[in-house]
């Protein structure tokens, strides 16, 4: 009876220790109205007991636009040339995307509590209100700035209250006349640049006007904890997976007293088991840093890039006690890891180290999950995840979008993606170039935004926004151009020293710190498709931060907002060597595959297109990371692809469309990006071996086989090899031995690290054209005899088993996806360990899938292939 007294005192004592401290988002039941429609003050409007007639329901998080399109009162943007119908706030006036936001909500505080309002992106300026009293003293400005009033005054005594927040478009919103940004005149706002219009995507019509990030209630005690800093420091090289030397935890945090009194107490975290604590005592009305005791933490779990070992993350819990009751609490998940940048003398770059070891960068430049805004954890998740599929380590956030937003970085640290974190800027916008589409020159545009004390005090909260994510890696100013100076110079000086002090900042994205080309000048590119050749022979910048390609996806894809009419391929003539492209393909910023096409035979129709279309999208991006990992540490410390996603629906520079459906590209990079890869040289018909680990890799056996198109296999060698960590090491010539057997009609050339177990470790095939560039074989090729089964492993795993029959043709290039077998569209997202895959004859390949299941739809396989008609394929149950 004495224990459970025991253990129920202990229990009731857990409670009422974290009574005061508590969090909740404002996200449904909003309402909205147009300003023109509203000329009641804030103050009325804010009263719980005004009457909201005609109001609409809101979307927060969220914008006008996407309101709008909720509410039926536009189409979608992303269909067609829908976006042209939608009225453009350049020719309308900013009122008409001025709008009022409400929410009512129950809340009221208990003696010894204060209560919080947190909005952490409007955009741009707004006024707040709340039970009839306003909150802000003078209009908030600024996309990027959070703000947070303490609300405890101003609440309803009956616990009903209602919030009300008038949103007003960028000051100035830039002409949408075709150019980069526009006219350029939305840079002169602290926000984003792409929404007047870019290459890659149509202006956003009400520029992303609105209540756009997260609302956030918080109920602390006497004392409010804010902007707690962990930095973890890793000395010496480290080793994966290996008993580890000490790491040092520093932790700092803000405290604020809003109250009349000082307030004494202790602030503590725990961490794996060790609990470090401070004496402190805050001054009224003040908020006071605390430096906390440094941490020696035992043997850490440590946080690696994606391929190169575990991302381990610690649960770090941070209080605020008084009198042995939590005033507020913090959660924290801490990657203990140290970021690196130094010089490589040899290729005249920084190059990027984690725990004292370097890493080759493979990234993908990231513009926005969403164009209008509309974030989601899954989302962030997918897009994230598909990026660790393709075996990248890095994102670089482009200047002319925004600072992601913290789920963004949780599901980089859960996925080992680093991430470069432009500011907001770009040559295009800010004056780097003569540009004739903009409204002013550039000495003008050389001084954007119009003010830089918001531009820096923005910066400096979003740094502390951020700054704890291990995945963070990289601050840079801004995308093809500094800042201007008198915001450059405090921000890399002072701002970044003082709030953060960790990682590189580089001044913008091709500057000599990472693009100096030994043979004179920096830059980035080549854009659009290449010569696979080029790939390998051409030796571009040294830490290459933007070059791209194509990404057009298949007729699944396309189907999705192509309206029936618009649905025809692009058109190739020799003669004039350009393409007839359809006008809502050209809408939505199609990017040429020009004559690429061709050698597969030319397209009949759109899905004839898109399935050539995903040869040349495989080829070009294997071969693009392949030939980088080909001069790592010689010719490149690193390369980033421009780009891996749309957050439009563009048909152009994508390994996945809006929709999360990958394409070829994505299996491409998977490929050419693997951390042990073995690969084919086309320049020089080598074969070669790269080892993207830290390990030494021993007994390998390499074996390379040519395969002719009606199946048969001749065995060119088998040997063992092995390779030094974080190398590239070339192998055999194997020119005399293709060229006669490609020669008439092209052939397969298939390549294979196999371990001891007689298992691949990297499994890489090529279609090798005939003596013309032709692929001739291709065309004619004998159908597939392969079949395939499926079989669940899992909940919302299958797999699928692909098996070829000895002496039949090759299975090639299979693609296969989880279907509806109702409506027999593909369920999105699902994720691949491999995809787009080809069967040797006598062999099987096996393929897992991984979905989030929904009640009542138990899907089917669909395998298509370039020698097999689709066919769907029931899932036998476990």
């Given amino acids: 009876m004495t224990n459970l007294r025991t253990l129920l005192f202990f229990v009731t004592c857990l409670w009422a220790t974290a009574a005061d ?74 009122e008409y995307y001025t709008y009022w936001f409400v929410r009512d909500f129950e809340e009221k505080a208990d003696a010894g509590q204060e209560v919080w309002l947190h909005l952490r992106g409007v955009n741009y300026s707004c006024d707040v209100f709340l039970n009839g009293k306003k909150l802000n003293a003078k209009l908030h400005s600024g996309m990027f700035l959070r703000q947070t009033y303490n609300i405890t005054a101003h609440l309803s005594k009956t616990g009903k209250n209602r919030l009300a927040v008038i949103v007003y478009p960028p000051d100035v919103v830039g002409n949408p006349n075709g150019g980069q940004g526009g006219d350029g005149t939305i840079a002169r706002n602290v926000s984003h640049q792409y929404v007047a219009g870019w290459d890659w995507i149509q202006p956003i019509r009400d520029r992303n006007t609105g209540i756009w990030d997260k609302v956030t209630i918080e109920k602390t005690g006497k004392i409010n904890i804010k902007n707690p800093h962990v930095v973890t420091l890793v000395p010496g090289k480290r080793t994966p997976g290996a008993t580890q030397q000490p790491a040092t935890i520093r932790v700092t945090a803000e405290l604020e007293n809003p109250g009349n009194v000082p307030q004494k107490g202790i602030l503590q975290y725990s961490l794996d088991g ?96 969403d164009a209008m805004l509309r974030f989601s954890d899954e989302r962030y998740n997918a897009e994230v995840r598909f990026h660790r599929d393709m075996n990248l380590n890095l994102l670089r956030i482009w200047g002319g979008a925004l600072t992601e937003r913290p789920e963004f970085y949780e599901a980089c640290d859960r996925y080992g993606i680093l991430v470069m974190q432009d500011f907001w800027g770009s040559g295009d916008c800010n004056g780097r170039w003569v540009d004739p589409m903009k409204a002013d020159d550039q000495w003008t545009r050389r001084k954007y935004p119009d003010d830089h004390n918001l531009f820096l005090e923005s910066a400096a909260d979003q740094i502390k926004m951020i700054r704890n994510y291990p995945s963070l890696a ?96 692009p058109a190739y003539s020799a003669e004039t060597r350009r393409e007839k492209v359809d006008s809502v393909w050209q809408y939505h910023k199609y990017i040429g595959y020009d004559h690429h096409i061709e050698p597969y035979g030319k397209a009949t129709d759109m899905r004839d297109f898109g399935k050539k279309a995903q040869l040349v999208n495989y080829d070009q991006y294997r071969a693009l990371m392949e030939g980088f990992s ?83 296999v001749k065995q060119l060698t088998q040997v063992f090899v092995e ?35 007689k298992k691949p470790v990297s499994d890489n095939l090529y279609w090798l054209p005939d003596a013309t560039g032709n692929h001739s074989g291709l065309q004619a090729m004998p159908k597939s005899q392969a079949t395939a089964t499926a079989r669940t492993i899992a909940k919302g795993k299958v797999e699928v ?52 299941p929904q009640s009542g739809l138990v899907p089917v396989v669909s395998v298509e292939g370039w020698n097999a008609e689709e066919q769907l394929i029931q899932i036998a149950e476990k």
């Fill in 21 to 94: 401290a508590q969090r909740y988002e404002l996200r449904d039941s909003w309402q909205c109205i147009p300003v023109s429609k509203m000329k009641e003050p804030g103050t009325t409007i804010s009263s719980p007991g005004f009457a909201l007639k005609s109001w609409l329901p809101a979307v927060v998080p969220g914008t006008v636009l996407t309101t709008m399109l909720a509410n039926k009162q536009v189409p979608d943007p992303f269909l067609g040339m829908n976006n042209k119908h939608i009225p453009d706030i350049f020719n309308t006036g900013k």
């Fill in 274 to 369: 060790n609990r470090v604590s401070k004496e402190v005592t805050v001054q009224p009305h003040s908020t006071l840093e605390v430096k906390l005791p440094d941490l020696s933490l035992k043997n850490p779990k440590l946080w690696w890039p994606n391929g190169y070992g575990a991302q381990d993350l610690y649960d770090l819990k941070m209080q605020f006690t008084q009198a042995g009751k939590v005033s507020d609490t913090e959660d924290i998940q801490v990657g203990v890891r140290e970021i690196q940048a130094d010089w490589n003398t040899t290729t005249r770059s920084k190059q990027i180290s984690v725990n004292g070891q370097r890493v080759f960068i493979k990234g993908g430049n990231w513009i926005i999950s």
């Fill in 474 to 569: 990289i601050w840079c100013g801004g995308n093809e151009i500094t800042l201007p100076v008198d915001i450059m110079t405090p921000l890399r000086d002072s701002i970044l020293p003082a709030l953060d002090g960790t990682r590189w900042f580089v001044d913008y994205s091709n500057s000599d710190d990472m693009s100096f080309n030994a043979l004179g000048g920096n830059g980035d590119g080549p854009y659009g498709i290449q010569p696979l050749t080029r790939f390998w022979n051409y030796r571009t910048w040294p830490f290459n931060s933007e070059i791209g390609s194509v990404g057009v996806g298949d007729h699944h894809s396309l189907e999705r907002f192509l309206p029936e009419a618009n649905r025809i391929a």
């Fill in 630 to 712: 080909a001069h790592m540490w010689d010719w490149y410390t690193g390369v980033i692809i421009w780009k891996t996603q749309n957050p439009w629906t563009a048909l152009r520079g994508q390994m996945y469309d809006y929709y999360l459906d990958p394409n070829a590209c994505l299996y491409g990079l998977h490929s050419g990006s693997e951390p042990l890869h073995v690969m084919y040289n086309p320049a020089d018909t080598a074969v070669a071996i790269v080892n993207n680990t830290f390990k030494h890799q021993y007994d390998l056996m390499l074996v390379i086989d040519a395969i002719d198109m009606k199946g048969n």
């Fill in 723 to 757: 390779i030094g960590p974080s190398t590239t090491r070339k192998i055999i010539d194997i020119n005399r031995e293709i060229r006669e057997m490609a020669k008439k009609e092209g052939m397969f050339l298939s390549l294979r690290l196999l371990n001891l177990d």
């Fill in 801 to 852: 088993t692909l098996k070829n029959p000895a002496n039949a043709p090759l299975a090639f290039f299979n693609r296969l996806a989880l279907v509806d077998p109702n409506t027999k569209q593909r369920i999105l997202p699902v994720f691949y360990d491999d995809n787009y895959i080809s069967v040797l004859p006598g062999e099987s390949k096996t393929v897992v899938m991984e979905y989030t």
